[in-house]
């Protein structure tokens, strides 16, 4: 059973603070990964992609990966009340080609 | 990034219509994409196409048919609208792994 786990949250920060998403995944020889933002209402929207092991940076966004953990993150800094939304992580397990989303974690911040 | 194109962006229509769900997208991908989600509910691929004339059924079971004619057209039809139809349905296209997701449809079957 191919599956991307997410806390559904909702995750509470306050404006200017770091919001932390945590998202496991099950199948250790996946090597595709994704951020999307989904607005209630709206379509997901792609933040982010990261392939390789480490940190990967873009603006105020940042995705962390540990394969060996099965394990991808997303740092959000200077969180700001606009960033209020529904973060999916989705993954291309190995040897698929299709991409698998988690459940998605609510984020609110409260400024 | 893709330019992806869903008409309706809503529809009501009472049941046992028939439906037909568009989306276009001019970036030439050919790869394309059905997911339905309903309101704070996680999002299940229904339909997808490598390219013309493929066509795929999803992981979730779905009464509507698709079709792939030509690169930039996917439409999605249901042939007898229920109430159980209503949702939000998403139309994806890719290049290479990377998904962009149109603005939607969101269909209420009364």
């Known amino acids: 059973q191919k599956e991307v786990e997410q806390n559904s949250g909702p995750l509470s920060v306050p404006e200017g603070a770091i919001a932390s998403l945590n998202c496991t995944y099950s199948d250790r020889g996946s090597q595709s990964f994704f951020w999307y933002r989904q607005y209630s209402g709206k379509s997901p929207e792609l933040i982010m992609s990261?392939?390789?092991?480490g940190d990967k940076e873009d603006g105020r966004f940042t995705a962390q990966l540990n394969k060996a953990s099965q394990y991808v993150s997303l740092l959000i800094r200077d969180s700001q009340p606009s960033d209020s939304a529904t973060y999916l992580c989705a993954v291309i397990f190995y040897n698929t080609d299709k991409l698998i989303f988690g459940t998605g974690t609510r984020l609110q911040v409260f400024p | 990034e893709a330019d992806i194109y869903q008409t309706p962006r809503y529809l009501v229509i009472g049941t046992g219509k028939k439906i037909t769900l568009e989306c276009s997208q001019t970036m030439g991908h050919d790869k394309m994409y059905w997911y339905q989600q309903d309101p704070g509910m996680e999002l299940h691929l229904i339909h997808y196409s490598y390219g013309v004339n493929s066509t795929e059924k999803g992981d979730l079971s779905s009464e509507s048919t698709v079709s792939r004619i030509r690169t930039e057209h996917f439409p999605l039809t249901l042939e007898s609208a229920r109430p159980s139809h209503t949702s939000q349905y998403l139309c994806?296209?890719?290049?290479?792994?990377?998904?962009?997701f149109g603005p939607g449809t969101r269909l209420l079957v009364l």
């Open positions: 990261i392939y390789s092991n």
């Open positions: 994806a296209s890719s290049i290479q792994e990377t998904q962009y």
